[in-house]
């Protein structure tokens, strides 16, 4: 089974809907983040967690809003959908790295496609 | 923010080795170099990463520079499961991992 799974993998939906992508993990980490990625280009950081009470604002948060439910789950939403959040979603996670000032290594899922007509 | 470039496309012959370039000039001292991978229809992975010396692992092999301006990814051996967008990045902490367009390997039969 993967360690990180996204679902649905697949959405359509219409502008103005409200819509749950929703990411869970069984490897046991606290840090877990949300990405886009447009055609073409890398991947942008939308929101990060680091444990369940803590919620980060990434690179381009606006118009998105995050739930941490749990250590293994954390959704994101799209409060009312517009065409130009149309993209590949990607939910990651990571574990603390040993060492101060070290980075972690990042656990991606296999992506949530999203189209908004 | 400290910036990559990488070159846009690349092309390898199968069992080949195969030197992936980044230029990093405004690396700050405290910036480590991850390079991580995104296979076809598939979510990025974890290649490897270094801060100031050399680094190896059974994936590839990260040369970095002297004056940390410069880092090539090494495959040793490409395989046709080694195409992907290649991408160089830079990090201080994990919230501030900023994906570029990446390098996309072609690796030919």
């Known amino acids: 089974d993967a360690d990180v799974t996204q679902t649905p993998r697949n959405r359509i939906t219409k502008t103005g809907k409200r819509i749950m992508l929703e990411c869970s993990q069984t490897?046991?980490?606290?840090?877990m983040y949300w990405y886009r990625q447009d055609p073409g280009l890398g991947l942008r950081l939308i929101y990060y967690s680091f444990d369940v009470k803590d919620i980060n604002k990434g690179e381009i948060s606006d118009g998105y809003s995050v739930s941490r439910q749990a250590q293994a789950k954390f959704s994101l939403s799209l409060e009312s959908a517009i065409p130009n959040q149309t993209a590949l979603y990607f939910c990651?996670?990571?574990?603390?790295?040993?060492?101060?000032?070290?980075?972690?290594?990042?656990?991606f899922g296999p992506g949530t496609r999203l189209t908004v007509l | 923010d400290a910036k990559t470039t990488q070159p846009n496309s690349m092309e390898s012959n199968e069992e080949e080795p195969v030197h992936l370039p980044c230029n990093h000039s405004?690396?700050?001292?405290?910036?480590?170099i991850h390079w991580y991978r995104q296979l076809p229809s598939q979510g990025p992975e974890y290649v490897i990463h270094g801060l100031t010396s050399n680094v190896n692992n059974r994936m590839a092999s990260l040369a970095i520079a002297e004056d940390r301006k410069s880092s090539t990814l090494i495959l040793h051996r490409a395989t046709l499961r080694d195409a992907a967008v290649y991408y160089c990045?830079?990090?201080?902490?994990?919230?501030?991992?900023?994906f570029g367009a990446g390098t996309r390997l072609t690796v030919k039969p």
């Open positions: 990651a996670t990571s574990d603390r790295a040993p060492g101060t000032g070290v980075p972690d290594t990042q656990y």
């Open positions: 990045i830079l990090s201080v902490s994990n919230n501030d991992m900023r």
């Open positions: 405004t690396i700050s001292g405290t910036d480590y």
């Open positions: 490897k046991g980490h606290d840090r």
